[in-house]
């Protein structure tokens, strides 16, 4: 059997210049993780059946977009941006609006490319306050998008007529043509008309970050000076992440639109750019999957964790506090860490240490998590009586042996947290030398 020739072919080039072509294989891994990525999307709504989960599985495909727009800035332009809600709330505006001149007739576009048009709103205002607001880097670029941010919310209370007051604006999304008899009143419907539009906007923000400007704001990022030196304008190349950023953001408005038919002023809030900011940072900012993760957690903690309990935003600021603390990198970060340390073989060695870190903050949780929501009964629920249902146990938050109790399960789960650490910090370190040596001996051999 012949053995193929791995040299380049040559082939005559116009102009008669001899030039080169070479076969380039494809990254197959690349393609089975987009695949099962739309395989999710297609098969997660026939898995969780009940509209509940219809319901949250909507509002993460539009989480999704948003956050990975929002770190099209943070991640990948390192501008950190206090105002990304101005731009996808703007762009539900635009999109309700445009839904209501749909129903009443002036309009005949498809409910489909409704979003599209909260896409093309949000890019016109990127155009209009961009220039602006990416003159400066850094920390002026936080307060000047924390500023136009509060003006455009302030805005929404001044002018009801375009933001529809304390009310807002509401909408009918099953209206216009019905193509193959698609009326997008079902939840269902709805939901694959999202998951089209988040593979979509995902794969393009992906392919983004393969092209020359994508790279180019990585170097801005990292060093703006030598980006100026050899002859690039640091601020255009701001300026044009920032507006596909918001034009994608617009995208993600519009889906919320039809998603839940009413846009108030909430959508253009400081709050809301915080969320994404908070989410994105803890699903990981330097990752490109990093903020899928933070999306998907955003959405459980505002629909499940906040009908837990009333002191979720507590719980969700200690687990910030602490990502920042041991994990700045977000939980991509640490999956990435894990899979480094799986490539050598070595992780079936920390399966103990990870079981006791995971038990004893647990307990350690727990034990806190009943102080918690101890002082939240006394303050919101005070006419209930002292008594309080937790975890299946009653607590008395007058009595001196459940605050005992409590404190007494936070602090031994802390101590043995602490102990686990601490065995689990030289156990690492002995397997990252290990890694260390074996790459080293990789690259001696020939």
Same mark, same amino acid.
């Given at each position: 059997?012949?053995?193929?020739?791995?040299?380049?072919?040559?082939?005559?080039?116009?102009?008669?210049?001899?030039?080169?072509?070479?076969?380039?294989?494809?990254?197959?891994?690349?393609?089975?993780?987009?695949?099962?990525?739309?395989?999710?999307?297609?098969?997660?709504?026939?898995?969780?059946?009940?509209?509940?989960?219809?319901?949250?599985?909507?509002?993460?495909?539009?989480?999704?977009?948003?956050?990975?727009?929002?770190?099209?800035?943070?991640?990948?332009?390192?501008?950190?941006?206090?105002?990304?809600?101005?731009?996808?709330?703007?762009?539900?505006?635009?999109?309700?609006?445009?839904?209501?001149?749909?129903?009443?007739?002036?309009?005949?576009?498809?409910?489909?490319?409704?979003?599209?048009?909260?896409?093309?709103?949000?890019?016109?205002?990127?155009?209009?306050?961009?220039?602006?607001?990416?003159?400066?880097?850094?920390?002026?670029?936080?307060?000047?998008?924390? *500023?136009?941010?509060?003006?455009?919310?302030?805005?929404?209370?001044?002018?009801?007529?375009?933001?529809?007051?304390?009310?807002?604006?509401?909408?009918?999304?099953?209206? *216009?043509?019905?193509?193959?008899?698609?009326?997008?009143?079902?939840?269902?419907?709805?939901?694959?008309?999202?998951?089209?539009?988040?593979?979509?906007?995902?794969?393009?923000?992906?392919?983004?970050?393969?092209?020359?400007?994508?790279?180019?704001?990585?170097?801005?990022?990292? $060093?703006?000076?030598?980006?100026?030196?050899?002859?690039?304008?640091?601020?255009?190349?701001?300026?044009?992440?920032?507006?596909?950023?918001?034009?994608?953001?617009?995208?993600?408005?519009?889906?919320?639109?039809?998603?839940?038919?009413?846009?108030?002023?909430?959508?253009?809030?400081?709050?809301?750019?915080?969320?994404?900011?908070?989410?994105?940072?803890?699903?990981?900012?330097?990752?490109?999957?990093?903020?899928?993760?933070?999306?998907?957690?955003?959405?459980?903690?505002?629909?499940?964790?906040?009908?837990?309990?009333?002191?979720?935003?507590?719980?969700?600021?200690?687990?910030?506090?602490?990502?920042?603390?041991?994990?700045?990198?977000?939980?991509?970060?640490?999956?990435?860490?894990?899979?480094?340390?799986?490539?050598?073989?070595?992780?079936?060695?920390?399966?103990?240490?990870?079981?006791?870190?995971?038990?004893?903050?647990?307990?350690?949780?727990?034990?806190?998590?009943?102080?918690?929501?101890?002082?939240?009964?006394?303050?919101? $629920?005070?006419?209930?009586?002292?008594?309080?249902?937790?975890?299946?146990?009653?607590?008395?938050?007058?009595?001196?042996?459940?605050?005992?109790?409590?404190?007494?399960?936070?602090?031994?789960?802390?101590?043995?947290?602490?102990?686990?650490?601490?065995?689990?910090?030289?156990?690492?370190?002995?397997?990252?030398?290990?890694?260390?040596?074996?790459?080293?001996?990789?690259?001696?051999?020939?």
């Amino acid at each position: 059997m012949p053995v193929a020739d791995t040299q380049p072919a040559r082939l005559p080039a116009a102009g008669g210049k001899t030039g080169y072509y070479e076969f380039k294989p494809y990254n197959v891994g690349r393609w089975i993780i987009w695949s099962l990525f739309a395989l999710l999307l297609l098969v997660a709504p026939l898995v969780f059946t009940s509209s509940l989960a219809h319901t949250m599985l909507s509002q993460m495909g539009i989480a999704i977009i948003v956050c990975l727009s929002y770190n099209m800035l943070l991640g990948q332009g390192g501008m950190l941006s206090f105002g990304h809600a101005v731009h996808s709330g703007l762009g539900s505006f635009l999109a309700i609006h445009t839904l209501n001149l749909v129903s009443a007739g002036t309009l005949p576009l498809p409910v489909s490319l409704v979003p599209v048009a909260g896409g093309l709103a949000g890019l016109a205002f990127a155009l209009l306050l961009g220039w602006v607001t990416t003159k400066k880097a850094a920390t002026p670029f936080a307060m000047i998008t924390l *500023g136009i941010g509060e003006l455009v919310w302030a805005s929404s209370l001044m002018f009801p007529e375009f933001f529809g007051g304390e009310g807002g604006i509401s909408g009918n999304r099953v209206t *216009g043509s019905k193509p193959f008899g698609v009326t997008f009143g079902p939840q269902i419907q709805l939901y694959y008309l999202i998951a089209i539009y988040t593979f979509v906007c995902t794969a393009a923000m992906y392919a983004f970050t393969r092209t020359p400007l994508g790279r180019m704001i990585n170097a801005v990022r990292d $060093n703006p000076e030598r980006v100026e030196f050899v002859g690039y304008n640091t601020q255009m190349v701001r300026f044009l992440v920032f507006c596909i950023s918001a034009f994608f953001a617009g995208i993600s408005g519009g889906l919320a639109a039809l998603n839940f038919e009413i846009v108030t002023s909430e959508v253009v809030s400081g709050p809301r750019s915080g969320a994404y900011l908070l989410f994105t940072f803890l699903g990981g900012a330097t990752f490109f999957f990093g903020p899928i993760i933070g999306a998907v957690l955003m959405v459980l903690a505002f629909v499940l964790l906040s009908e837990l309990t009333k002191a979720w935003l507590l719980y969700l600021g200690l687990v910030f506090l602490f990502m920042v603390m041991y994990a700045p990198g977000g939980i991509a970060s640490l999956i990435m860490m894990n899979v480094r340390v799986a490539a050598f073989g070595r992780l079936r060695d920390l399966w103990v240490s990870y079981l006791a870190l995971a038990a004893t903050a647990l307990i350690t949780l727990l034990g806190a998590a009943g102080m918690i929501e101890m002082v939240y009964h006394l303050k919101l $629920n005070p006419a209930l009586g002292p008594e309080l249902q937790f975890l299946g146990t009653t607590l008395n938050a007058h009595g001196v042996d459940s605050w005992f109790g409590c404190a007494f399960v936070m602090l031994s789960g802390l101590g043995l947290f602490e102990l686990t650490r601490r065995q689990f910090v030289r156990q690492w370190g002995e397997i990252q030398e290990y890694i260390e040596k074996e790459t080293r001996r990789r690259e001696s051999q020939p």
